[in-house]
């Protein structure tokens, strides 16, 4: 029978975890829970001589175990000879919440976001460059618009031409991803994907003929593809969990940076040179890629595969990225076990199988696919392809694409705060605020063009209703998708999980960008941007229902959220729509938040504990345990859990 011992962090069972495999949960969010001094004496001793590193870094990684099984581990007196050096308690001090600043992060670290930056910006530069030079080349190649108004078949073919990059990102360049990561890494794949988006950049210039347009657009999507899953991925792996969404988010930051930069060049270069300016960031990015260390989790996912150099590799890999060794040696020995628990989920069948056969992995991967397809239904690239061709009417050519530069001015500028915002609001919370303004803007942009054409009414309610849609975007559904992507799936299917969530982000880009010149043919502009904002109202319950909040839980915790059933979160959250209706709306103090209860499969409770009213999305409770607080009843553990 389980025993149980009173410690300073709580109630601990002495009977190893492992015995009880069906509480998986447990062993997920901290796998040392229960585990005595001499037990983890026993894994520490295990973990060296399976690793062979080097023996100098022994005592730092003793040290960083029992960090890892408990953050208060040094906190008060021990038993043995351990004790933090000055530096290391300083390192601790500045990553506490309550004492230090979580933005104090080695410099590598940013310098690792930049270069990620850099490659993101290639993606949105291009869109907009496009955008310019569509209303020149359109004429060169025979394909442009005839007294105001294009042909059925030469809309469908510019369409194809500005989509063509996201079909082949949709069919093939995202399906690299994984071969890819798998040989070259995160680095090498990021090296070899900005030197494709670069040299395809500078082909585009020199094209004759629409379809050699097409091709060369086409081979852009093999750069894009890989690099627009790799770069969250690789960010996201490297931060540490409290700034992981203000720094991945960097990827839809900067890919707003390059709208605006190809709305720029839009305005001051000839077509040709439209299309190849967005050549000069990726160049950049490859340059320094190499001087950068490679992901910690891809080095560890090498090591566990039988190459026991690279736990060494790793290890160093975390010293650059954290401020002490002790951080470093802590975080190793966590992923390690926790690889280990991951690996309890598995089923050991096809890893495409198991993203939609194992409950953990396709929650994950519905939630995903669910904000990748809204950030495109939702219209918002219709503006970066076409708002040079849909302002045209209304104010003229070289009015039309400043108007445009105005779009994404705003879109960069108004991303800015969701670097705060992503990790303490939420990444779900933000979508729920913002797409109720998605769909009015849409709607009010619609309603535009039924007003006098060229009118100042007209002119007036258009721009208001793109720009005031460019604001709320960008601080929520620009940012969220990538973010959300790059962090919710477990390391085994992570690039494959991540390859099918940028595969149908780049294929729905792909139908929006081919679809909308045949909707204006057909329908009008009031009618495609009705469209879309009918969509914004939906995407608005698929959120509400499928996207279990993610902030501030590292990559390996989020497993215990996904372990949380669809039907009871769906469940749940219809209970908090009404509690937030009568609370905030109606002002009933004593109204009271719904509480959210899991039975595990050995009958222990998911306690959900009532917040403060203005906490609207789900948080596990880091009190007790890292990660994670714990209290037994009997034999049966619970997991606390906070909505918030």
């Known amino acids: 029978m389980a025993t149980s011992e009173k410690t300073e962090a709580g109630y601990f069972i ?61 906190r008060g007196p021990r038993t043995d000879s351990l004790r933090l050096k000055p530096d290391e308690l300083e390192a601790l001090r500045q990553e506490d919440p309550k004492t230090g600043n979580k933005w104090n992060q080695p410099w590598i670290l940013y310098a690792l976001v930049g270069c990620c930056s850099l490659g993101a910006a290639v993606q949105g530069w291009d869109e907009t460059a496009v955008n310019g030079a569509q209303l020149f080349y359109q004429y060169a190649f025979g394909i442009g618009l005839v007294n105001g108004k294009g042909t059925g078949k030469d809309a469908g073919i510019r369409g194809l ?5 996201y079909l082949c990102c949709a069919v093939l360049g995202c399906w690299l991803t994984e071969p890819l990561n798998r040989v070259l890494g995160r680095r090498g794949t990021i090296f070899i994907t900005c030197l494709i988006s670069s040299a395809t950049c500078v082909a585009q210039a020199f094209t004759s003929q629409w379809w050699h347009l097409f091709l060369a657009r086409f081979c852009l999507g093999l750069g894009i593809g890989p690099k627009s899953a790799t770069i969250p991925i690789y ?111 598995k089923q050991n069948r096809n890893r495409f199988v198991e993203l939609w056969s194992v409950g953990r992995n396709r929650r994950a991967l519905v939630a995903s696919l669910i904000v990748m397809f809204l950030q495109q239904i939702c219209g918002v690239n219709i503006m970066a392809f076409y708002s040079s061709e849909i302002l045209n009417p209304v104010l003229g050519d070289k009015a039309g694409l400043l108007a445009s530069m105005g779009f994404g001015i705003l879109n960069f500028l108004f991303a800015l705060p969701a670097v705060y915002t992503i990790d303490t609001f939420g990444r779900r919370n933000l979508l729920l605020c913002t ?72 294929l729905f880009n792909f139908m929006l960008a081919v679809t909308f010149p045949r909707f204006q043919y057909s329908f009008g502009n009031q009618g495609a941007f009705g469209y879309y904002a009918a969509w914004c109202v939906v995407g608005w319950f698929m959120i509400l229902f499928l996207v279990p909040e993610t902030k501030n839980l590292t990559l390996e915790q989020l497993d215990a959220r996904f372990s949380i059933p669809t039907r009871t979160h769906a469940s749940w959250a219809l209970k908090e729509v009404a509690f937030v209706i009568q609370y905030y709306l109606l002002r009933r103090k004593g109204a009271i938040r719904p509480i959210l209860s899991v039975p595990t499969e050995i009958e222990a409770e ?39």
Request: glycine fraction near 6%.
């Open 606 to 644: 998911l306690d959900m504990h009532r917040l403060p009213p203005r906490k609207l999305s789900m948080e596990i409770d880091r009190r007790e345990i890292p990660g994670i607080g714990w209290r037994y009843r009997g034999r049966s553990p619970t997991m606390e859990i906070n909505l918030s």
């Open 14 to 74: 002495s009977e190893d975890v492992d015995a009880a495999p069906a509480n998986i949960n447990s062993v997920l969010v901290n796998p040392f829970i229960g585990k005595r001094h001499e037990e983890m004496d026993k894994l520490i001793e295990a973990f060296m001589n399976n690793t062979k590193i080097e023996d100098i870094y022994h005592e730092v990684i003793r040290k960083g175990a029992f960090l890892a099984q408990d953050h208060e581990a040094f």
């Open 235 to 345: 960010s996201a792996e490297c931060v540490p969990a409290n700034i992981r969404g203000g720094l991945v988010m960097m990827w839809q930051m900067w890919t707003a940076f390059g709208i605006m930069l190809g709305y720029i060049s839009g305005c001051s270069l000839n077509w040709r040179l439209m299309l190849a300016s967005p050549m000069l960031l990726p160049l950049i990015a490859a340059a320094y890629v190499f001087t950068l260390p490679e992901s910690p989790r891809w080095l560890l996912l090498k090591a566990r595969q039988g190459k026991t150099a690279y736990y060494e590799k790793d290890f160093r890999s975390l010293c650059r990225l954290r401020h002490s060794r002790l951080q470093a040696a802590r975080d190793l020995f966590l992923m390690h076990h926790l690889l280990d628990g991951e690996g309890k989920i």
């Open 161 to 165: 031409v500005n989509a063509a990059p």
């Open 435 to 506: 797409y109720p303004f998605l769909a009015f803007f849409q709607l009010l942009t619609a309603m535009g063009f039924l007003l006098p054409p060229a009118s100042h009414s007209q002119t007036g309610l258009l721009l208001t209703g793109m720009y005031l849609f460019s604001v709320f975007y960008s601080p929520g559904q620009g940012p969220v998708p990538f973010v959300y992507s790059a962090e919710s799936m477990p390391l085994y299917v992570r690039d494959l999980g991540m390859s099918m969530a940028t595969a149908t982000l780049w």
